[in-house]
């Protein structure tokens, strides 16, 4: 695709944002007692689960990304896990579970928006179109099915 390096920067640039807000005010100390949440406020869980929506998508436009969803699994689950365990060192931080797995949740809903919003797409002019029992695909999809 043409724009990959739009998508790519964009992705730094939400990486970079996140990493910022994750461990911000950057005063590092070794804790005296070790401290983990499990329930976020309603506020704090539906912000954790939005802020990874567009990883998802950015992640599931880059072309060469094959598994879309699975990549963004990945991502960001090891996204958040170094924030949460950076924050152990972080007075005023503390790592949470459910920060974890709603990041991690919010990318994998990402992803699969994007997926959809994808195959809700007519084909463009000029590609090519295979019809099949699961319905029409475009020569892209069947490329990445190969």
Known sequence: MRDNGFVLAALI??????????????????????RLDFWPTPIDGLLNFLCFLPFGLLLSRVSFVKTPVVTACIYCLSLSSSVELAQVFLRGRTPSVSDLTLNTLGGVVGALVFLILRSNQ???????????TAGTLRARDIQMLD
Do not use: D, I, M
Not at 13 to 27: E, H, K, N, Q, Y
Not at 123 to 131: A, E
């Open 122 to 132: 007519p084909p463009t002019q000029g590609s090519q179109v295979k019809s099949t």
């Open 13 to 34: 640039g939400w990486t970079t944002l996140f990493l910022v807000a994750g461990l911000w005010p950057f005063r590092f100390h070794w804790p005296s007692y070790w």
